[in-house]
Nanobody, 125 residues
Framework: QVQLVESGGGLVQAGGSLRLSCAAS????????TGWFRQAPGKEREFVAA????????YYADSVKGRFTISRDNAKNTVYLQKNSLKPEDTADYYC??????????????????WGQGTQVTVSS
């Protein structure tokens, strides 16, 4: 199994920045990709960004492209989500998740095998 712990959430004003971290432990050698998802109150969980564990391929949702950057530090088994130019509509609980069976950088939450507990991000206007 893989355990994931997110951190870095908080309250920030519109236009500000935050960096989320997702630290993995356990069978990290099985990870093929890490994704970030978010869920706002009353809305469905949506894909934000993903990065392959090897090679560094990335993929972003259109809503965050150019503002968010996903990166990884394999030595630390940690994936980061740098969020700049934050907007009130970025307010949500953010979750990281890992794939262990495909290399597809899926945007579908059902393709991810392990999930963190989430970290809350609130962007005030």
């Amino acid at each position: 199994q893989v355990q994931l712990v997110e951190s870095g959430g908080g309250l920030v004003q519109a236009g500000g920045s935050l960096r989320l971290s997702c630290a993995a432990s356990g069978r990290t050698f099985s990870i093929t990709a890490t994704g970030w998802f978010r869920q706002a109150p009353g809305k469905e969980r949506e894909f934000v960004a993903a990065i392959s564990w090897r090679g560094g391929r990335t993929y972003y949702a259109d809503s965050v492209k150019g503002r968010f950057t996903i990166s990884r530090d394999n030595a630390k088994n940690t994936v980061y989500l740098q969020k700049n130019s934050l907007k009130p509509e970025d307010t949500a609980d953010y979750y990281c998740a890992v794939e262990t069976s495909t290399y597809s950088l899926s945007t579908y939450s059902r393709n991810y095998d392990y999930w963190g507990q989430g970290t809350q991000v609130t962007v005030s206007s």
